[in-house]
Nanobody, 121 residues
């Protein structure tokens, strides 16, 4: 199976920065996309950014110009550089990956355990 381990969340003041990461391990043949979602209290989980393998990253309008997603394919790791953080960014951030575990197998999605990001005034 595949395991995702997230780290790098925390508490930061408005205007500050954080850089959570997510490392995938296990039976991996091909990682199709590596994405970040977030869920704030009382709200639905929403897409923040996604990084397709060999493609251009995409961002939610609310984070464009402030967040940058990047992948280290050699380490099967995705990062989310978050700058100019605002209180509305407070949420649990989840990484998710779409993976083929073998050549020709159907893609499967896996989710990390989530990392808390709290932005104070």
């Amino acid at each position: 199976q595949v395991q995702l381990v997230e780290s790098g969340g925390g508490l930061v003041q408005a205007g500050g920065s954080l850089r959570p990461s997510c490392a995938a391990s296990g039976r991996i043949f091909n990682i199709i996309t590596m994405d970040w979602y977030r869920q704030a209290p009382g709200k639905q989980r929403e897409s923040v950014a996604f990084a397709p393998n060999g493609g251009s990253p995409n961002y939610a309008d609310s984070v464009k110009g402030r967040f940058t997603i990047s992948r280290d394919n050699a380490k099967n790791t995705v990062y989310l550089q978050m700058n100019s953080l605002i209180p509305d960014d407070t949420a649990v951030y989840y990484c998710t990956v779409l993976i083929q575990v073998a050549r020709g197998s159907s893609p499967q999605r896996y989710w990390g355990q989530g990392t808390q990001v709290t932005v104070s005034l």
